[in-house]
């Protein structure tokens, strides 16, 4: 059923040293609410810094969905905590708004109005403004105010040596092999992670599904795990559409670069300007830019100043890898739990060894069909998933040979760390597999759902770590570098619009 990888893991055990310098990073997405629930109309707060340049603490879509970016870093503890930090330093300045702890904003209503991110006067500013307003009018405003975590994930060099070769080709082949695995089988994090079965009415654009509607309007499917990543959620132009395989990186590049200069008869009719003759997007191609595919896994690439992730990945290769299916974990004041990350590395080193054949698109469309078996019904009882085309075998069985492999990598693992945490997660996690009660997605339901509640639970919620936050303030030993940041954030950003000489037309260009 799956490969067979005892000689990678006994290669790993002897070189288990390597597993040290794994580095990782977080982004979290939340929505900036009012003490009664609505949707915060304020701008961005000035005591947050400047949202254009802040190293950790900006905007994504909307002027009130913040994001929280944290440094790259070896030390899970230390990951965790600088997260802490930043939303305790964000409730302390900001402490009449709340942080909503849902991924979904099941608090929308009709007369909710959502203001585009807005970044200063710089064409810098403006061209990520322009960005999201291009958004708005492919997508509508709603599909963006949903809220993710981002988990960034590199495996260090030396890991890719294991074939005596270390060049940017081979490394980049190595992630490109754990991103094609991560579809085979990634099905697996919203199956135990997703947290968001319910939706509100209003992402409601088709009905090929049998929702059960609560008390108070929220639709839900009995066994449904994560809709955030279905097409009612936070999707575009499938990959399937554009024919990105992730089988070699100039392909992959070659694919995005067409998607970005093809033009696209649906956005060409919405027009590059609006009645005002204004530009409501970059440009009327199937992608605005690279960052509007919305792929469940993303080869990344840290770039330089003025120089495009595309640029940088042709240039030098693939970095590391961003994991993007990951719901808000609403039983975590930060989103996410160090039980998690430790799943999330097993699998990740998982999808780098084991071997991934080249796909086609064919072959992308009947992956894809796993991921949608998972999302709408990943609970029901004997559900199966295939494993390869015209094979399928009860997800509870895929999912236990998984972890087969996921507890030996933990031991080497644990060897490493001198504790036992990694082969606990396994034992825990496991479990979900016999019992899909235990999943995220069965307790959101339960607990907000179905006792018709989830729109006082989150706000009940919001203020339990809101007030958590703020006590934690005190101990927050980040507190000056954020602070820090955030007066050279301001100063960073009047810098680069007193420097401006382009006209914005000409910057786009």
């Given at each position: 059923m799956i490969e067979d990888i005892s000689q990678k893991i006994n290669w790993l055990e002897k070189n288990s040293s390597i597993l040290k310098k794994i580095c990782r990073g977080i982004e979290r997405e939340t929505l900036r609410i009012k003490q009664n629930g609505d949707f915060s109309n304020n701008k961005h707060?000035?005591?947050?810094?400047?949202?254009?340049?802040?190293?950790?603490?900006?905007?994504?879509?909307?002027?009130?969905?913040?994001e929280f970016v944290t440094p790259p870093t070896n030390s899970i503890d230390y990951l965790l905590n600088f997260l802490r930090d930043i939303h305790s330093f964000v409730a302390y300045k900001n402490k009449k708004e709340l942080m909503w702890p849902f991924s979904i904003p099941y608090i929308y209503t009709k007369s909710t109005n959502i203001q585009i991110a807005n970044y200063g006067t710089s064409n810098y500013g403006a061209f990520k403004t322009l960005y999201r307003k291009g958004l708005k009018i492919r997508y509508g405003d709603l599909k963006h105010t949903i809220s993710g975590i981002h988990y960034n994930f590199s495996l260090p060099i030396a890991f890719w040596k294991k074939e005596k070769k270390d060049n940017i080709d081979n490394i980049s082949s190595g992630y490109l092999n754990l991103i094609r695995n991560y579809y085979r089988f990634g099905?697996?994090?919203?199956?135990?992670?997703?947290a968001s079965p319910a939706i509100s009415k209003h992402f409601l654009t088709h009905?090929?599904?049998?929702?059960?509607?609560?008390?108070?309007?929220?639709?839900?499917?009995?066994?449904?795990?994560?809709?955030?990543?279905?097409?009612?959620?936070?999707?575009?132009?499938?990959?399937?559409?554009?024919?990105?395989?992730?089988?070699?990186?100039?392909?992959?590049?070659?694919?995005?670069?067409?998607?970005?200069?093809?033009?696209?008869?649906?956005?060409s009719n919405l027009g590059l300007k609006n009645h005002l003759g204004e530009l409501q997007q970059l440009n009327t191609n199937i992608l605005q830019l690279e960052t509007e595919l919305y792929t469940q896994i993303r080869p990344k690439r840290s770039t330089n100043y003025?120089?495009?992730?595309?640029?940088?990945?042709?240039?030098?290769?693939?970095?590391?890898?961003?994991?993007?299916?990951?719901?808000?974990?609403?039983?975590?004041?930060?989103?996410?739990?160090?039980?998690?990350?430790?799943?999330?590395?097993?699998?990740?080193?998982?999808?780098?060894?084991?071997?991934?054949?080249?796909?086609?698109?064919?072959?992308?469309?009947?992956?894809?069909?796993?991921?949608?078996?998972?999302?709408?019904?990943?609970?029901?009882?004997?559900?199966?998933?295939?494993?390869?085309?015209n094979k399928s075998f009860q997800l509870k069985k895929v999912g236990e040979r998984i972890f087969q492999d996921l507890k030996k990598i933990a031991v080497i693992l644990d060897d490493q760390c001198k504790n036992l945490d990694y082969q606990n997660v396994c034992d825990k996690q496991i479990l979900c597999f016999q019992d899909p009660e235990l999943t995220y997605s069965a307790k959101f339901l339960k607990m907000f759902v179905e006792n018709n509640e989830i729109k006082k639970r989150g706000l009940n919620l919001a203020k339990i770590y809101h007030n958590q936050f703020i006590n934690q303030f005190h101990y927050n030993i980040n507190k000056k570098i954020l602070e820090n940041e955030t007066i050279y954030s301001h100063k960073k950003q009047i810098q680069i619009e007193k420097n401006e000489t382009l006209s914005l037309k000409d910057y786009i260009k």
């Open positions: 707060p000035y005591e947050l810094g400047s949202s254009l340049t802040h190293k950790w603490i900006t905007t994504d879509f909307s002027e009130n969905l913040l099905w697996i994090v919203p199956y135990l992670f997703g009905q090929k599904h049998e929702f059960k509607k609560n008390k108070e309007g929220v639709f839900y499917l009995p066994w449904s795990t994560s809709l955030r990543i279905s097409d009612m959620g936070y999707t575009n132009a499938s990959i399937e559409n554009l024919n990105i395989t992730f089988n070699d990186l100039e392909s992959y590049i070659n694919c995005v670069q067409v998607a970005m200069n093809t033009p696209c008869k649906k956005f003025g120089e495009s992730l595309l640029e940088a990945l042709k240039n030098r290769g693939i970095e590391y890898v961003e994991i993007r299916s990951l719901d808000v974990n609403p039983f975590s004041s930060i989103g996410i739990n160090k039980n998690q990350i430790l799943l999330l590395d097993l699998f990740l080193i998982w999808c780098a060894l084991i071997n991934a054949p080249e796909t086609k698109k064919t072959d992308f469309s009947f992956i894809m069909q796993n991921w949608k078996t998972i999302i709408f019904e990943g609970r029901r009882p004997n559900q199966k998933v295939y494993v390869n085309e």
